[in-house]
């Protein structure tokens, strides 16, 4: 059992930062896929950004790629989402997940992929 508690969001301008930190418990952190999606209004949850359990392989959407960069800390269990050059467009809820390890790398940008979430943090970025 894994439970990801989301912190760090909140009301920015355009181009500017925010970083968000997902803080994980149980034991089996360290060995999740770790992923970042967001809901904006009115719009489906959507993949942003996937982290293996070593660190090494990251993934991004296009939409983000060069602006937003995942992280983990295991001794810390806790993920990151450094979001850089904000747009009006990044306003949306974010949430982090965990995903047990075994399936396909391509397939952790599936939110059915993913068995633990978060409750979700506010981003709005105003132009």
């Known amino acids: 059992q894994v439970q990801l508690v989301e912190s760090g969001g909140g009301l920015v301008q355009a181009g500017g930062s925010l970083r968000l930190s997902c803080a994980a418990s149980?034991?089996?952190?360290?060995?999740?896929?770790m992923g970042w999606f967001r809901q904006a209004p009115g719009k489906e949850r959507e993949f942003v950004a996937r982290i293996n359990w070593t660190g090494i392989s990251r993934a991004y959407t296009d939409s983000v790629n060069g602006r937003f960069t995942i992280s983990r800390d295991n001794a810390k269990n806790t993920v990151y989402l450094q979001m850089n050059s904000l747009k009006p467009e990044d306003t949306a809820v974010y949430y982090c997940?965990?995903?047990?390890?075994?399936?396909?790398?391509?397939?952790?940008?599936?939110?059915?992929?993913?068995?633990?979430w978060g409750q979700g943090t506010q981003v709005t970025v105003s132009s």
């Open positions: 997940a965990a995903s047990l390890p075994g399936r396909l790398w391509n397939d952790y940008n599936l939110e059915a992929k993913y068995d633990y």
């Open positions: 149980g034991r089996t952190f360290s060995t999740c896929i």
